[in-house]
């Protein structure tokens, strides 16, 4: 009898050692998902080979725009540390190794103590459209 009490002892403490770690995972991963925006996608525009700086710059505002962003508060911010597959200089554009990936950054002097400040779009050029979504930064 003692024997079966500390196997269902033991039982019950694996089962609420899962329990507890399940709902942990779920509690990052949720706080992680409110950091995101919805994923949208635009066409192409005419005669484009891959993503160009002054399109990341524009779909980046309208992508802010629709997250509800408001374009006098948010101040999109310069950084010219890569090229354009042409030998152009981005302005906005920070690419990744893929030339038609990178993000756009945007930042809120005005924000709230203890808010982000901070707000990036990440944008994709593939399979004929541009995908692109914001999160909000650390």
Not at 48 to 69: C, N, Y
Request: overall charge positive; charged content about 20%.
């Amino acid at each position: 009898m003692k024997r079966k009490s500390l196997y269902t002892i033991g039982v019950a403490i694996v089962l609420l050692m899962a329990g507890a770690a399940v709902s942990l995972n779920y509690a990052i991963n949720q706080a992680i998902a409110a950091r995101y925006g919805p994923v949208y996608r635009f066409p192409i525009p005419s005669g484009e080979k891959f993503l160009t700086d002054k399109t990341a710059e524009s779909i980046s505002r309208q992508v802010m725009k629709q997250d509800g962003f408001s374009a006098s508060d948010w101040t999109l911010v310069t950084d010219e540390r890569t090229w354009a597959p042409d030998g152009e200089a981005d302005h906005y554009l920070v690419r990744n190794t893929d030339p038609n990936q990178g993000f756009v950054g945007f930042y809120c002097a005005s924000a709230p103590v203890g808010r982000p400040n901070q707000r990036l779009i990440n944008l994709q050029l593939s399979n004929g459209q541009i995908t692109a979504q914001g999160y909000l930064g650390k």
